[in-house]
């Protein structure tokens, strides 16, 4: 079945420091590929999305570019702040209307000062 | 004007006892979901109705029982409860079912069953 791994956290940066979160996709057909945050205490929100390959999802200054020849979708900022503290997850959905939105296991960030 | 909204937000319980917890979103969206969220924030569907019909049921004891009374609702009932339903449940909503239809969660319910 439909599966994402994604990098184990947590991941610790100082401010403007560069992120990347590597995920990795395992699924048949041509899915859908997505990054949620989940702030403290809060539910998750979509943060980007890419619906077919080489196509370039972007919000809020973070970046992820869906690679089918790697199966990947990694997610990146060039300069995180500390309200960028939060537990990403990297999702996908399959190409059929019945297949459910698979999650990976989630990454927290913290950014320091 | 929240757009998915659950509650309780907290519920604590011991062992044996029945709860529900309810969800409603303003969005006009088409499809709803149960997620469970466990403690190492590990996400895993439950549930997943369009237009109030079941059309994900994922495997879970039949202690947890979803209803959809319209399509801007979905509660969800669990009968019996064990230390291991302990969990963060998160309700969600999406446009259709189609499969690039991002989702809207709510801010969960944290179950704790004592």
């Known amino acids: 079945g439909n599966s994402v791994t994604q990098m184990e956290g947590p991941v610790t940066l100082s401010e403007e420091a560069f992120l990347t979160i590597n995920c990795t996709y395992t699924a048949t057909g041509y899915p859908s590929l997505f990054w949620y945050v989940q702030y403290p205490g809060e539910g998750l929100q979509l943060l980007l999305k890419?619906?077919?390959?080489?196509d370039k999802g972007s919000n809020k200054g973070f970046e992820a570019t869906y690679r089918k020849e790697t199966t990947s979708f990694h997610l990146e900022k060039g300069s995180v702040q500390v309200s960028d503290s939060a537990v990403y997850f990297c999702?996908?959905?399959?190409?059929?209307?019945?297949?459910?939105?698979?999650f990976g296991k989630g990454t927290k960030l913290t950014v320091n000062p | 004007d929240t757009a998915v909204s659950q509650t309780p937000k907290y519920l604590v319980t011991q062992m044996g006892n029945d709860k529900s917890i309810k969800c409603e979103q303003n969005l006009g969206h088409d499809t709803m979901y149960w997620y469970k969220q466990d403690s190492k924030k590990f996400l895993k569907i439950m549930f997943s109705?369009?237009?109030?019909?079941?059309?994900i049921n994922e495997t879970v004891p039949n202690r947890f029982s979803p209803k959809s009374p319209d399509k801007a609702h979905l509660n969800l009932h669990i009968n019996s409860l064990e230390l291991g339903d302990s969990a963060v449940y998160f309700c969600a909503s999406s446009q259709d079912s189609s499969y690039n239809s991002p989702l809207h969660f709510g801010n969960g319910t944290r179950l704790t069953v004592t």
């Open positions: 109705y369009n237009n109030k019909e079941l059309i």
């Open positions: 999702a996908l959905s399959g190409e059929s209307g019945s297949e459910k939105l698979v």
């Open positions: 890419a619906t077919k390959a080489d």
